[in-house]
């Protein structure tokens, strides 16, 4: 008997499958309704599959009755599959026969799916803590766990927790009478920087194209929330959405304090003002990383891989949602839009990489773990690796806030349009500061002199409330009990930083957030 379980939140994530026997997934179908998604079932009386998929207002749909269960002719019903699994969006597709089950996945990374096998049942869920609570601690996954501690993250299906799996871009997870495994994909094909000819209209095709990525979904525009940070990527967003649907979108924003956040403030303002944005904002040094009214310090569930911020992150989803908002476009994907190739740069990645440093109080297994980093990881993607992991990291948020996250700026097509470009186009992000030097930003407003950073509020969060749990995890931690952390070398680090060194916070954070993670799932 093979099952698929069913996970309180958010319904959509759960299916069922017992006994030989077909169940109408109507009613898990039904309490998710969003504009900007669609759901089909279809079966030959053999075989069953289920899609989740953002829905594309230029294709029609397959069925008339989203939600219903179709019954289709055995040609038919192969024909509508592989239909889904070449759906340009994002999705996630579940076939279920007599053999097992199959979940598939989109190129987007939107909303990525973690997968458990646990006594013959497969869980899904968005949310990972979902799985992790239902497994507990007894097993962690050594060189994830080290990636994690070490800030050396990478792309591939593995958790910290063993035996929970977050399937990659295009992955297949089989779940047979053997257990659940995972193929990566084959390594998609990327673009080489070509010359270009005369009178090119670089500006042109770039618009044309992120206009093209943000009219690619459907969605009633008043529901729409446009990440608007101030900086270049987010800006791109705005002032592609506002021309398309001009005074009938917010925007939203953490803000920062003190100088830079008054310039943040001034160049938000242009924008908000010229793109007719009802402005919706968050003071993020009053939510800052461990606060107490935060999950993390309250002790509920949460995961590794969440938003840094989250707790401000949150608040701002919450505003956002009270607002109506139930798509939010971000500028996720900008960076790496217009990065420079490996041999572009000055110091080549591997070496960058080798010359980062590595906590002093990584314990014997984390550092015998070390070598590990880079094997078992996915093949190279559609999306660059740090956009899945962004997408990765904030979804969850998203969710749970009912918003659909939607990242124009990792098309498919936007991204071949820039591996093109010669590579003066792509240096310090001169295709983002130039075309919006010709929608008529003043220079102080595209090169503004201070650095509009989260890093204070980081130091603040660590200093006030994290330095607390810290104590606590000197006398008692779970990554320490398995060998993860020294925790005598983390002693003497904590009592440089008492003092006021600044240089390891982001590890600080890295060790405080992981030991909340697997607390919460015991």
């Given at each position: 008997m093979?099952?698929?379980?069913?996970?309180?939140?958010?319904p959509?994530?759960?299916?069922t499958?017992t006994?030989?026997?077909?169940?109408?997934?109507?009613?898990?179908?039904?309490?998710?309704?969003?504009?900007?998604?669609?759901?089909?079932?279809a079966?030959?009386?053999?075989?069953?599959?289920?899609?989740?998929?953002?829905?594309?207002?230029?294709?029609?749909?397959?069925?008339?009755?989203?939600?219903?269960?179709?019954?289709?002719?055995?040609?038919?019903?192969?024909?509508?599959?592989?239909?889904?699994?070449?759906?340009?969006?994002?999705?996630?597709?579940?076939?279920?026969?007599?053999?097992?089950?199959?979940?598939?996945?989109?190129?987007?990374?939107?909303?990525?799916?973690?997968?458990?096998?646990?006594?013959?049942?497969?869980?899904?869920?968005?949310?990972?803590?979902?799985?992790?609570?239902r497994?507990?601690?007894?097993?962690?996954?050594?060189?994830?766990?080290?990636?994690?501690?070490?800030?050396?993250?990478?792309?591939?299906?593995?958790?910290?927790?063993?035996?929970?799996?977050?399937p990659?871009?295009?992955?297949?997870?089989?779940?047979?009478?053997?257990?659940?495994?995972?193929?990566?994909?084959?390594?998609?094909?990327?673009?080489?920087?070509?010359?270009?000819?005369?009178?090119?209209?670089?500006?042109?095709?770039y618009?044309?194209?992120?206009?093209?990525?943000?009219?690619?979904?459907?969605?009633?525009?008043?529901?729409?929330?446009?990440?608007?940070?101030?900086?270049?990527?987010?800006?791109?967003?705005?002032?592609?959405?506002?021309?398309?649907?001009?005074?009938r979108?917010?925007?939203?924003?953490?803000?920062?304090?003190g100088?830079?956040?008054?310039?943040?403030?001034?160049?938000?303002?242009?924008?908000?003002?010229?793109?007719?944005?009802?402005?919706?904002r968050?003071?993020?040094?009053?939510h800052?990383?461990?606060?107490p009214?935060?999950?993390?310090?309250?002790?509920?569930?949460?995961s590794?891989?969440?938003?840094?911020?989250?707790?401000?992150?949150?608040?701002?989803?919450?505003?956002?949602?009270?607002?109506?908002?139930?798509?939010?476009?971000?500028?996720?994907?900008?960076?790496e839009?217009?990065?420079?190739?490996?041999?572009e740069?000055?110091?080549?990645?591997?070496?960058?990489?080798?010359?980062?440093?590595?906590?002093?109080?990584?314990?014997?297994?984390?550092?015998?773990a070390?070598?590990?980093?880079?094997?078992?990881?996915?093949?190279?993607?559609?999306?660059?690796?740090s956009?899945?992991?962004?997408?990765a990291?904030?979804?969850?948020?998203?969710?749970?806030?009912?918003?659909?996250?939607?990242?124009?700026?990792?098309?498919?097509?936007?991204?071949?349009?820039?591996?093109?470009?010669?590579?003066?186009?792509?240096?310090?992000k001169?295709?983002h500061?130039?075309?919006?030097?010709?929608?008529?930003?003043?220079?102080?407003?595209?090169?503004?002199?201070?650095?509009?950073n989260?890093?204070?509020?980081?130091?603040?969060?660590?200093?006030?409330?994290?330095?607390?749990?810290?104590?606590?995890l000197?006398?008692?931690?779970?990554?320490?009990?398995?060998?993860?952390?020294?925790?005598?070398?983390?002693?003497?680090?904590?009592?440089?930083?008492?003092?006021?060194?600044?240089?390891?916070?982001?590890?600080?954070?890295?060790?405080?957030h992981?030991?909340?993670?697997?607390?919460?799932?015991?």
């Amino acid at each position: 008997m093979l099952k698929l379980a069913i996970p309180s939140r958010p319904p959509i994530t759960g299916w069922t499958w017992t006994n030989g026997r077909y169940v109408n997934v109507s009613s898990w179908i039904e309490p998710f309704t969003h504009s900007s998604l669609e759901h089909f079932a279809a079966t030959d009386a053999e075989s069953i599959y289920f899609c989740v998929r953002e829905r594309n207002p230029r294709k029609n749909s397959v069925f008339p009755s989203p939600g219903d269960v179709e019954l289709l002719e055995s040609s038919m019903y192969r024909i509508s599959l592989d239909a889904m699994r070449e759906w340009p969006l994002d999705f996630t597709l579940v076939e279920i026969n007599r053999a097992g089950a199959q979940v598939s996945t989109g190129a987007w990374g939107s909303a990525p799916v973690y997968l458990s096998d646990i006594d013959g049942t497969l869980y899904g869920s968005w949310l990972l803590p979902d799985l992790a609570q239902r497994r507990g601690v007894d097993g962690l996954v050594d060189r994830e766990v080290c990636r994690f501690l070490a800030l050396r993250h990478r792309y591939g299906c593995e958790t910290v927790f063993s035996g929970v799996y977050r399937p990659t871009e295009r992955a297949q997870a089989k779940l047979t009478s053997t257990g659940l495994s995972i193929t990566y994909p084959t390594a998609a094909l990327h673009a080489r920087p070509r010359t270009l000819r005369s009178g090119a209209a670089v500006l042109d095709y770039y618009e044309g194209l992120l206009a093209q990525a943000v009219q690619a979904r459907e969605y009633t525009p008043e529901q729409i929330v446009v990440e608007l940070s101030g900086g270049l990527d987010s800006a791109n967003v705005a002032m592609t959405v506002a021309s398309l649907y001009p005074s009938r979108c917010s925007s939203y924003a953490l803000m920062l304090d003190g100088p830079a956040g008054q310039q943040q403030t001034n160049r938000r303002q242009v924008l908000v003002h010229r793109c007719g944005f009802r402005d919706l904002r968050v003071a993020a040094i009053e939510h800052p990383p461990f606060h107490p009214d935060g999950r993390r310090t309250r002790g509920l569930p949460v995961s590794p891989y969440d938003e840094p911020y989250s707790e401000a992150f949150e608040s701002l989803l919450a505003v956002a949602q009270r607002a109506g908002a139930r798509v939010a476009m971000t500028g996720i994907g900008g960076d790496e839009l217009v990065a420079p190739y490996a041999a572009e740069q000055e110091i080549p990645p591997a070496v960058a990489e080798a010359r980062r440093p590595v906590p002093a109080w990584l314990g014997p297994r984390a550092k015998q773990a070390f070598v590990e980093v880079d094997t078992g990881t996915a093949p190279g993607a559609v999306l660059a690796e740090s956009s899945l992991l962004a997408s990765a990291c904030r979804a969850p948020a998203f969710l749970a806030a009912e918003i659909w996250p939607v990242s124009p700026l990792c098309s498919p097509n936007l991204i071949r349009f820039a591996e093109s470009l010669p590579f003066e186009w792509r240096r310090d992000k001169f295709l983002h500061r130039e075309r919006l030097a010709r929608l008529g930003l003043a220079p102080e407003w595209i090169a503004p002199p201070l650095k509009e950073n989260f890093s204070h509020v980081m130091e603040y969060g660590l200093r006030r409330y994290g330095l607390k749990i810290l104590e606590r995890l000197l006398r008692e931690s779970i990554l320490a009990d398995y060998g993860f952390i020294d925790i005598h070398k983390l002693a003497d680090a904590y009592r440089h930083m008492a003092c006021g060194d600044k240089s390891k916070n982001a590890f600080f954070y890295a060790a405080l957030h992981l030991e909340s993670s697997v607390r919460s799932a015991c």
